[in-house]
């Protein structure tokens, strides 16, 4: 890709992330497997060098501290686009700030909607599709007895090779820098 698009995510390794994972397989076996993740910076070009954006990420990262989310409800954003996600319930206001903290120099981007904290299912091909996959996400999400709580503490820097593969470049902690300082 000629300006490949970047992006922040959290993955969420636990059984709720196994969850959503053979869900998504199951909506929509065509897509590759994309993990869990909640998106703290949605996808965008960059402003200026992949450096420039992990130093950013490291000046910001250190000074916040890991948080605990609480995934809510399924809901979708049709009309606006055919996808089904899970919304963050608490948390979503560090996550916010979060966001917002890098969404400034290296790693600013006018954003096509409006951040909203939440984990995507999936993204269907139409709106119709969106609607059945969001009726079976609803009930399945309603009958699941695990936790639904995730601890937001490792994020890592991604970036776009083709379309819908996305490459780790780089892992951030949440109150740490990036390297070890030296002995």
């Known amino acids: 890709m000629q ?15 196994e969850f959503v994972e053979r869900l998504r397989q199951e909506l929509h076996p065509a ?47 049709v009309p606006v686009t055919p996808t089904v996600f899970i919304r963050v319930g608490q948390g979503a206001l560090p996550m916010q700030e979060l966001h917002d903290r890098l969404n400034k120099v290296a790693l600013a981007a006018e954003e096509e909607w409006p951040f909203m904290p939440h984990l995507t299912i999936v993204k269907m091909s139409d ?37 819908n593969c996305w490459v780790d470049l780089a892992a951030v902690q949440l109150g740490k820098s990036l390297v070890s300082p030296r002995a």
Do not use: I
């Open 127 to 163: 709106l119709a599709q969106a609607q059945a996959a969001y009726q079976v996400a609803r009930d399945r999400w309603d009958h699941f007895p695990g936790s639904r709580r995730v601890v937001v503490k490792d994020l890592t820097f991604v970036r776009e090779e083709e379309p």
């Open 31 to 77: 897509l590759p497997h994309l993990a869990a993740h909640l998106t703290v910076l949605p996808p965008r070009l960059l402003q200026s060098s992949e450096l420039s954006a992990l130093e950013a990420l490291e000046e910001v990262c250190s000074r916040m501290e890991p948080f605990e989310a609480t995934l809510a409800d399924v809901e979708t954003f």
């Open 3 to 17: 300006n490949p698009r970047y992006a922040l995510v959290a993955y969420v390794r636990s059984p709720v992330g």
